[in-house]
């Protein structure tokens, strides 16, 4: 092997040393910008739920059986 292609391939190295290692950047970047997504995910479902049980709880409320009222007949129409 001579000097010349010895050389090449110490570049050839270097570029492929070079292009892995901007990869694995490219890799960890993605897995943080992934996990800041779940993390809104997650955040966005608690407050769906918080929200969801709220108006649940209106809703069942408003959906009780109120006591029934007496209304007082009309003296006129009673016979």
Do not use: C
């Amino acid at each position: 092997m001579t000097d010349q292609e010895a050389m090449k391939l110490h570049e050839l190295i270097d570029e492929l040393r070079a292009k892995l290692q901007k990869s694995l950047k490219d890799i960890l970047q993605l897995r943080k910008d992934l996990d800041l997504e779940k993390e809104e995910h997650q955040l966005i479902e608690l407050r769906y739920n918080n929200l969801k049980k709220v108006i649940d709880e209106k809703v069942d409320r408003l959906n009780q059986r109120r006591p029934a009222v007496e209304i007082p007949a009309d003296e006129k129409g009673v016979k």
